[in-house]
């Protein structure tokens, strides 16, 4: 774990001196993403028990996004609700 937090840091250093040196380097890094995640891709594609289990993945997935959206809802209206009930004097 502690190598992978290193690994991090010295990526961030890196990127953070060679930012102006490289002008195109945010474009080299947006294709690089997109390959990774190609070959992300074409990984959990090939893997059989990933793709036999895509309908179990995909209602816990669903289940998941229904509850995620949800209470994200219900902190945004409650984070309103507090902010303007203090500033009108307690009507909305």
Known sequence: ???VILLMLAGILTGYSIKKKIPFISKAITVLIWV???ILG???GSNKQITEGIANLGLDAA???VF???GSCIAAWALW????KSKKGGKI
């Open 1 to 3: 774990m502690f190598t």
């Open 36 to 38: 990774l995640l190609y």
């Open 42 to 44: 074409t990984e959990v």
């Open 63 to 65: 289940i998941i996004t």
């Open 68 to 70: 995620a959206v949800t």
């Open 81 to 84: 609700y507090a902010l303007y």
